[in-house]
Nanobody, 128 residues
Framework: VQLQASGGGLVQAGGSLRLSCAGSGRIFDRDSMGWFRQAPGKEREFIAAISWSGGTKYSAASVMGRFTIARDNAKNTVYLQMNSLKPEDTAVYYC??????????????????????WGQGTQVTVSS
C-alpha cells in the first residue's frame, strides 16, 4: 500500500495550491481519505476528510471556506484545493487512508490514529 502526496511548494499569501495524493496497492474506492498537516514544533492537525464515495466531507474550522477536499476514484487520487492561503498554513501536509467509512457523528475522521496508511508528506510554505 502506497500513498504519494504531491503539489506542495512556495506560494505568496492569498495564493492557491492543489495537493494530490495518489493511492496504489489496495482498493482505493473503499477507503476514506484524510489530509493532515504538521508545522514545526506543533502536533499534527486534522484538515479535511472524505468518505469513500465522496458524498460526505469534513473540514477543520481553521480551513473551512478556503480548502476543499475531493476525490477521483477512477484515478485513485484525492485532492486538497487550498485557496486564500495564509502564512499560518505553512506545514508539511500528509494524506492518509482508512478502510471503510467513518461512523456518522463519531468525529473519528479527525484523529490521526484512526487512519491505517499514510503518505510521505509534501511541504507547503506560504510567504507573507
Amino acid at each position: 500500500v502506497q500513498l504519494q502526496a504531491s503539489g506542495g511548494g512556495l506560494v505568496q499569501a492569498g495564493g492557491s495550491l492543489r495537493l494530490s495524493c495518489a493511492g496504489s496497492g489496495r482498493i482505493f474506492d473503499r477507503d476514506s481519505m484524510g489530509w493532515f498537516r504538521q508545522a514545526p514544533g506543533k502536533e499534527r492537525e486534522f484538515i479535511a476528510a472524505i468518505s469513500w464515495s465522496g458524498g460526505t466531507k469534513y473540514s477543520a474550522a481553521s480551513v473551512m471556506g478556503r480548502f476543499t477536499i475531493a476525490r477521483d476514484n477512477a484515478k485513485n487520487t484525492v485532492y486538497l484545493q487550498m485557496n486564500s492561503l495564509k502564512p499560518e498554513d505553512t506545514a508539511v501536509y500528509y494524506c492518509a487512508a482508512k478502510s471503510g467509512n467513518f461512523a456518522l457523528g463519531s468525529m473519528m475522521y479527525s484523529r490521526d490514529d484512526a487512519y491505517d496508511y499514510w503518505g510521505q508528506g509534501t511541504q507547503v510554505t506560504v510567504s507573507s
